[in-house]
């Protein structure tokens, strides 16, 4: 299951442009495998369920090892809602995303149900912004939390502009926008 995680993910950055080199990393770090994709930290936790304090061991190790660019952890376990909190509480200063093992089983883009997404450049953003009248897109547009399957996949920051391609039967294809943001729960 772990190889095919990483296959997938490797999906994802090809998409994104970036390199996808994957190498084993000897981290020490207890009951993990951990890998690096290109210079991205990817650590699978090998335990039933995953705590707090397993998440901040990996965020001290990445930061005592350099890598700077970001991390993937991912779980054999959904995480819980604390867990979760967290991770958002970190992902701006560290760039964590977070993945249950079963989410990295196939790429859900190619799912039927599933509709396209991609961050805006920041010339196209600000086209979107000026023709919709769009002042404060973080008050104005709706937000997407960092942590949603589809921000994960592109490789969404809080900040970015995301467009959402629909299918409607009525008026063909919809685009929407959302606004991304480190935790949509916080007001």
Known sequence: MEDKALATLRIFYERRKLATETKPVASGLKDVNAYTISDVLVVFSQKDKMLERD???????????????????????????NLMNLIRSKFIEQRIQFFHLRELQMDITVHR???????????????????????????????ID???IQARVIGAVPGNI?????????????????YCVADVNVA
């Open 146 to 148: 960092s942590q949603d």
């Open 55 to 81: 998440v901040n061991t990996y965020i001290e190790y990445a930061k005592e090892n350099d890598y700077t660019n970001g991390m993937i952890v991912v779980a054999m376990s959904k995480p819980s809602g």
């Open 162 to 178: 995301i467009e959402i391609t629909r299918h409607s039967d009525t008026v063909g294809k919809c685009i929407y926008y959302r």
């Open 113 to 143: 149900m599933s509709v396209p997404h991609r961050i805006l450049t920041p010339d196209e953003a600000k086209d979107v912004l000026d023709k919709n009248r769009i002042l404060k897109p973080e008050d104005q547009l709706p937000w």
